[in-house]
């Protein structure tokens, strides 16, 4: 009965690579999004989605590319992967958007690029 | 920038004491969230409080927010060694665009 679940779990990959990270949530909600927490638990919003519609672009390399297929999936693909990139990545989820409510995160994907 | 700070960034207590987590922000907002985050997890949330709104209850848990000083605290009574966690406050802009913005988080540990 997961609400939001991410796959992977954990990343380990090469500096170059490319990856990606699935996310899905089962909550009927309409707006996603995706954070980054850095080593020192800095929390960030990188990009949200309403609907599939891109609403929020953080200023993020666009190495990093959103994709939402329906509502309920957002998923992150990273291209050229860089040792910066090494970090938890967290999905989330609400009904609407900020500043309706509260945001439901998955488990996080930990992130080490070597 | 927006960015709420926490304060204290760590909290070390004796189980059964009150916990105490302040936060501060920059820009006037709609409404401000608490969140906890166990280790390795995601965040789970807590509670909201809206911009007109100045105490709030939930369970053990006490939110106050004083717009005019742009801060809350959250308020954790007769702790428990499950509330050993990091938590975070996250606000919105209410001239802005549509996201959160956290801090950086209080960790909080209780002692048994």
């Known amino acids: 009965d997961t609400a939001v679940s991410q796959t992977p779990k954990y990343l380990v990959t090469q500096m170059g690579n490319d990856k990606s990270i699935k996310c899905e949530q089962n909550l009927g909600h309409d707006t996603m999004y995706w954070y980054k927490q850095d080593s020192k638990k800095f929390l960030k919003i990188m990009f949200s989605y309403n609907n599939k519609e891109l609403i929020i672009n953080e200023t993020v390399p666009n190495r990093f590319s959103p994709k939402s297929p329906d509502k309920a999936h957002l998923n992150l693909h990273i291209n050229s992967l860089e040792l910066g990139d090494s970090a938890v990545y967290f999905c989330?989820?609400?009904?609407?958007?900020?500043?309706?409510?509260?945001?439901?995160f998955g488990p996080g994907t930990r992130l080490t690029v070597l | 920038s927006q960015q709420g700070e926490e304060d204290p960034q760590a909290l070390s207590i004796q189980e059964g004491e009150n916990a105490t987590m302040n936060c501060s922000y920059k820009t006037s907002i709609n409404n401000l969230q608490w969140y906890r985050q166990n280790s390795g997890r995601g965040l789970v949330h807590l509670i909201l409080i809206r911009s007109n709104e100045r105490e709030k209850h939930s369970g053990r848990l006490r939110v106050t927010l004083d717009t005019s000083k742009k801060s809350s605290s959250l308020l954790i009574t007769a702790s428990r060694a499950a509330d050993t966690a990091s938590y975070f406050c996250a606000t919105d802009w209410d001239q802005g665009a549509q996201k959160l913005v956290f801090g950086q988080g209080t960790r909080l540990t209780i002692n048994p």
């Open positions: 989330a989820s609400s009904i609407g958007q900020v500043p309706r409510g509260e945001q439901f």
